[in-house]
C-alpha cells in the first residue's frame, strides 16, 4: 500500500519563511515553487502527494484537479474551504492504506486524528524536506567524488611524480 500524504497548500507556504515572502508579492510564484519542492520531496520519501489550495473566495471558482511533476493538485471550489476538501480526501483514503495530512491548522488536526490519519505539523515537514533535500546533495556529491574517472585520481603518487617530472622537461 501506498502512503498518501495530503497537505495543506496555503497552511504549508506561510510556514515555510521563503514562501511566505513570496506568497506576498507572487502566490502563483509561491504556489509553483512549493508544488516543485513537493515534486522533489515526493521522491525522495516515496509516497502519494496531494496538495490542496483554497480558492473559496475565488467568486466563480469552479476548482480544479491537476497533477504535476507527480504531484496532485487540488483547488477548492467557491465556497468550499481547503479544509472541507482535505476532510473528504482523509475520509476517501483512510481505507485504503496510511494517511497524513501536513497542517497546522489545529480544527484539522483534530478531524485527522479522528478518522485514524497521523498529522504533520507544517514546521516538521518544513525541517524534513530541508533535511533530505540536504542528505539527497551530499550523496550526491559523494557519488560524484567516489567515481571520479580522471586519470590523475587513479594513478600513485609515483606515476605522478614521473610524469610531472617529464611534463618539466618540455
Known amino acids: 500500500m501506498e502512503d498518501i500524504l495530503i497537505i495543506d497548500g496555503y497552511n504549508i507556504i506561510h510556514a515555510w519563511p521563503e514562501l511566505a515572502g513570496l506568497m506576498d508579492k507572487e502566490p502563483e510564484h509561491a504556489r509553483d515553487k512549493l508544488i516543485d519542492i513537493l515534486a522533489e520531496y515526493r521522491v525522495l520519501r516515496n509516497c502519494r502527494i496531494i496538495v490542496v489550495f483554497d480558492a ?8 480544479g484537479r491537476e497533477t504535476r511533476n507527480g ?4 483547488y477548492s471550489q467557491e465556497g468550499e474551504t481547503a479544509d472541507s476538501v482535505i476532510e473528504r480526501l482523509v475520509s476517501m483514503y483512510i481505507k485504503e492504506g496510511r494517511v497524513a ?13 479522528g478518522k485514524g490519519a497521523a498529522r504533520m505539523p507544517a514546521r516538521e515537514l518544513v525541517e524534513e524536506v530541508t533535511r533530505l533535500t540536504a542528505e539527497k546533495k551530499e550523496k550526491l556529491q559523494e557519488m560524484v567524488h567516489s567515481n571520479d574517472q580522471r586519470l590523475g585520481t587513479r594513478l600513485n603518487d609515483d606515476i605522478k611524480a614521473v610524469l610531472e617530472k617529464i611534463r618539466r622537461q618540455k
Open 101 to 113: 495530512v501536513a497542517t497546522s491548522d489545529w480544527s484539522q488536526q483534530s478531524f485527522i486524528f
Open 71 to 74: 504531484v496532485e493538485v487540488i
Open 56 to 63: 473559496h473566495l475565488v467568486k466563480g471558482g469552479l476548482g
